[in-house]
């Protein structure tokens, strides 16, 4: 039911049920919030969304205040302005004062907020809180000092992430946010996902950057400098840099990252079509061998480690293909170091990734061969754009490139499994391909891209029906657990940790615009229509890959590197 409210003196139509806040947005009216997150309980606990509202003595939170038909509301009377100034001003009196030395400098909302008010005195001071620097996560580092206990990471880690690593601890002044026990993050059950680092405000939370380490090795001239990047990063550095995204801005970035003094430049999508390939061929064993147990998609490092502290009944029927990056990086650390004629010791690995738990896999005790790590360092989509700015780039001035071989190429496949979804699509792709000799109809798979946190299909190949479900978001997870209960047996099944997938990684701009998220998908499946190879087993490079190179090294003929093991974890606290 609509009714009329007035707002600034002017009336506005109001909608029954929805708030104060709501309303004021769909009519232009912005109102600045610090804890708010769309499609989350509202808590009103930052109090910056305070409006004026007649016959009220003391101001309320538009954020969680329902419309009301009488209303008559100021949203910036010299009240409410006082009010916000007076917030923003006892969060900044034990705010650190190092803005040119943060990580969000230029990119924070308790910043911008200080800006739209034109706060330029400290007219409070408080106690400035003791700087605590915690780095012992592989992924996130946590600042205590510039948290303002706005609660978002809180609230992403336990409703949406379902890990429950984060809580407020303690009370009244000494309140403020951390792991179990307030010990540090290693001894937490955090997953490394990265969600509670997109929400946060300021720079209470970031990832643990590794631009120094790769400077150093870039000024090494008997290192062999080499970098993978996954299909997703390109689309990350076009939204940063104002670059259109197309089939070509691959090659831009080619050309970029060869300026900047990497030797060699490879895909990592070569390394998802390997890994698309492996899964295809693990599930026509299952079928084949008609194992009625499910086989779980293990390309989310995130989801992993999920499974291996939480669910850990679920490791047995984990499938034991290592995720693109590794596979990637194991491929360089011997075939193309073998090709190179150096030791792999002499190769330096990057791998650039919109994933935050990359930089955790990296680290993991499968994924490295006589104690040397298949992936030196890993960098985010963030941290790859400030180097790019860093070293001078004119990324509007420069000639493009070819990736180098043998892991110069990917099929559109590679680029879909970066979608929620994509990677089971890709799969069963591969699957019908290799059964009926003929690609399957598109039409197939409307009901695995289809939104919300669980969904599942039966997709017929030839006589065989292969059941499959998509957990879009840890959320997922309980409608799986309650389907599974009800006596619904799968063949396959998808996990992935960030909602939407690898288009909404943890490692992404933080200028992305809303419009630019949404497109993404758009992007992916757009690129799977018009490009010219769309599975693996079509590609030119993956067919070398398996019938020459392969099979011509030793070493790695058994293709055993491509898979590794996954065990309990106990978490401690």
């Known amino acids: 039911m609509l009714f009329t409210i007035t707002v600034n003196n002017k009336k506005i139509k109001a909608e029954k049920g929805e708030t104060i806040l709501s309303a004021l947005n769909r009519h232009g009216i912005i109102i600045p919030t610090l804890c708010r997150m769309k499609e989350f309980t509202p808590t009103g606990a930052c109090r910056m969304c305070v409006v004026e509202v007649e016959g009220r003595e003391r101001l309320v939170t538009a954020c969680s205040q329902p419309v009301e038909e009488w209303m008559k509301i100021k949203t910036h009377s010299p009240r409410v302005i006082t009010a916000r100034k007076t917030i923003v001003e006892l969060l900044l009196s034990n705010h650190p004062d190092d803005c040119l030395y943060c990580v969000r400098n230029l990119n924070c909302e308790l910043q911008r907020m200080s800006e ?182 293990s390309a989310c490092p995130a989801w992993v480690k999920y499974a291996e502290q939480f669910i850990p009944s679920l490791i047995p029927y984990l499938s034991s293909v290592k995720s693109p990056q590794q596979i990637t990086g194991v491929l360089i650390k011997t075939l193309v170091a073998g090709q190179l004629g150096v030791k792999p010791e002499q190769v330096f690995s990057v791998s650039a990734s919109p994933c935050m738990a990359m930089k955790f896999e990296a680290r993991r005790d499968g994924m490295m061969r006589k104690g040397i790590s298949d992936v030196d360092t890993v960098l985010t989509v963030r941290e790859l754009i400030r180097l790019i700015r860093l070293y001078g780039i004119d990324t509007s001035n420069i000639e493009t490139e070819q990736a180098d071989e043998p892991l110069a190429m990917r099929s559109s496949a590679a680029l879909m499994a970066e979608v929620s979804g994509g990677m089971t699509e890709a799969v069963l792709r591969s699957f019908h391909f290799k059964r009926l000799r003929k690609e399957a109809e598109k039409p197939m798979f409307k009901k695995i891209r289809s939104g919300g946190s669980f969904r599942e299909a039966s997709i017929m190949v030839g006589d065989t029906e292969v059941n499959v479900a998509v957990v879009d978001g840890l959320t997922g997870l309980e409608k799986l657990k309650a389907s599974l209960a009800s006596g619904k047996n799968y063949d396959l099944i998808e996990v992935m940790a960030c909602q939407g997938g690898c288009v909404r990684g943890a490692g992404l701009p933080f200028s992305s615009t809303k419009e630019e998220i949404r497109n993404r998908p758009r992007l992916v499946y757009s690129a799977d229509d018009t490009e010219a190879i769309n599975l693996p087993c079509k590609s030119p490079a993956m067919i070398n890959l398996y019938e020459k190179l392969l099979i011509e090294d030793i070493e790695i003929a058994d293709k055993k590197i491509f898979h590794t093991h996954f065990e309990q974890r106990n978490v401690l606290l």
Do not use: W
Request: charged share 30%; aromatic share 4%; proline share 3%.
């Open 116 to 297: 739209e008010l034109s706060i330029r005195e400290r007219r409070i001071r408080g106690r400035k809180v003791k700087p605590r620097l915690d780095q012992s996560s592989p992924a996130i580092v946590r600042e205590l000092s510039k948290c303002i206990l706005c609660g978002r990471c809180v609230r992403v880690c336990e409703e949406v992430i379902t890990a429950t690593s984060l809580d407020f601890i303690k009370k009244g002044k000494e309140t403020h946010v951390g792991a179990a026990m307030d010990k540090d993050f290693n001894f937490s059950s955090c997953i490394h996902c990265g969600q509670c680092v997109l929400v946060c405000p300021t720079g209470a939370l970031h990832e643990k950057h590794n631009i120094s380490e790769v400077q150093d090795y870039l000024n090494k001239p008997d290192i062999v400098k080499v970098i993978q990047y996954s299909p997703m990063v390109t689309m990350g550095i076009s939204e940063a840099l104002g670059i259109r995204y197309n089939r070509e801005t691959d090659k831009v970035l080619n050309a970029i990252l060869r300026r900047i003094g990497f030797d060699k430049v490879y895909a990592t999508g070569a390394g998802t079509d390997v890994c698309i390939t492996e899964i295809t061929e693990q599930l026509s064993e299952k079928i084949d061998k008609k194992n009625g147990n499910p086989l779980y998609i």
